[in-house]
């Protein structure tokens, strides 16, 4: 008057998986690993070391798969900032207020700071708090690597009623947001910058209007941003801007200043 498995060789303890599936995993275990460092996850670094173990001990024993002999994985290098995560998503959380110190990026000035933290945003392994500044009146991006001296406080905030955390940065490229309206981008990549871009591209919004053997004409529709200059930069002399001028002035004043800055023409 028992329970028994049909299958005498099946055991509850065996992983049911295949090769490739356990390959699969083993692959994401090692991704996730790069991250139990990082203060706000790492409280579950016990658990993240239990995954890794338990799918490199479920490989075959006489064929263990040694990932890192194989796959090298980008590190992720914390800037600092990360041991207020957990505090800030507590206030987004409860919609309380929290006060910092903030260390200006250009003057290096530190001021005290009461915002209404709203979203928290990471962009190339550094933390970002969107917020409303209660003392500024609008909507302001922090750097947690700035902060200082974080408290939350038990004093409920309203949050801006127009504030939508999946739109707020539909038409940025990178952290960078703006309070006016976005601008249709036009530009050309020459066949080696089209096929990178195609498989990268600069933004969701991103899609070609023309294209022949030469050259692919592409359309953004995008805030005029640092992040964005600096990325049709990066590409040197493979994208031409063609709308709107005012983007196409900034390209070619940031390329004259590096001529400038390398004595070309001299």
Request: proline share 4%; net charge negative.
């Amino acid at each position: 008057k028992g329970y028994f498995y049909e299958d005498p060789e099946f055991t509850i303890n065996d992983v049911p998986l295949n090769e490739s599936d356990l390959d699969a995993v083993k692959f994401a275990a090692n991704t996730l690993l790069q991250f139990k460092d990082v203060e706000m996850f790492r409280e579950f670094g016990n658990a993240i070391d239990k995954i890794v173990d338990r799918v490199t001990l479920s490989t075959n024993s006489k064929h263990p798969l040694e990932l890192n002999e194989f796959v090298q994985f980008e590190t992720a290098f914390s800037v600092g900032g990360g041991e207020f995560l957990p505090d800030l998503l507590q206030a987004i959380q409860k919609s309380v207020a929290v006060y910092f110190e903030y260390e200006n990026f250009n003057s290096n000035t530190v001021k005290p700071r009461k915002v209404c933290p709203l979203l928290l945003k990471e962009y190339r392994n550094r933390w970002y708090l969107i917020s409303y500044d209660l003392i500024k009146d609008r909507i302001t991006t922090y750097a947690l690597e700035r902060m200082r001296k974080l408290e939350l406080s038990e004093e409920k905030v309203v949050k801006p009623h127009h504030f939508n955390p999946k739109d707020f940065f539909r038409y940025s490229i990178g952290i960078s947001t703006n309070e006016s309206e976005f601008e249709r981008v036009l530009f050309t990549a020459n066949d080696v910058a089209s096929k990178y871009l195609q498989t990268q591209p600069l933004h969701h919004s991103q899609c070609i209007v023309k294209q022949n053997e030469l050259f692919t004409t592409f359309e953004l529709e995008v805030f005029v941003s640092e992040e964005l200059i600096r990325s049709i930069l990066s590409f040197g002399g493979e994208i031409t801007v063609l709308e709107p001028a005012s983007l196409k002035e900034k390209i070619e004043a940031r390329v004259k200043m590096m001529v400038g800055n390398y004595g070309i023409g001299n």
